[in-house]
């Protein structure tokens, strides 16, 4: 009666040793490309980051009942999390070598319900606004016909990293 999830991550330091010695955008395009390990958390959720160019980042998730709440639909923390990888990876695009950032607040409007019936969701992430020290971004969760599921906002710190 019981279902069973198995999935395999790489070491995280990995990719956390990468970031200060590249631009950002060429960062994320070796994370996307494979030439560096996806963070855990994009095999425990099981998504994947599908685009990327400089101050934009989408990523996909196909839904599946281990993201379910007790009341029989995607949790909450799942949306949260696609919209925060979205909108941070957008400000993750646009930084130079040496810079990463850190998520200060994520602000997040869930607008419709997504179970296994939904299919395939992508998380569109935008830098609205990016300074010297913070940047702006936002996410849309959308579906295959592009309707609204979530909407984000996201304040991010920037920060230097030694190469």
């Known amino acids: 009666m019981g279902r069973t999830r198995t999935y395999n991550w790489d070491d995280p330091a990995i990719p956390a040793q990468a970031v200060g010695g590249m631009a950002g955008l060429d960062f994320l395009r070796e994370l996307q490309a494979g030439r560096l390990p996806g963070p855990p958390i994009g095999q425990t959720l099981d998504f994947a980051l599908d685009e990327v160019e400089r101050g934009r980042a989408v990523f996909s998730l196909v839904p599946g009942e281990e993201h379910y709440n007790p009341i029989g639909s995607v949790h909450g923390g799942v949306f ?31 607008l419709r319900p997504i179970t296994v019936d939904t299919g395939r969701v992508r998380a569109i992430g935008t830098v609205i606004n990016s300074g010297r020290r913070t940047a702006l971004a936002q996410a849309q969760l959308i ?21």
């Open 80 to 110: 949260a999390t696609l919209l925060d990888s979205a909108a941070g990876c957008a400000v993750q695009s646009t930084l130079p070598q040496g810079m990463a950032y850190t998520s200060l607040d994520l602000t997040v409007k869930f």
């Open 143 to 163: 579906d295959a016909t592009d309707r609204l599921l979530a909407h984000a906002t996201s304040s991010c710190m920037l920060f230097p990293v030694p190469a």
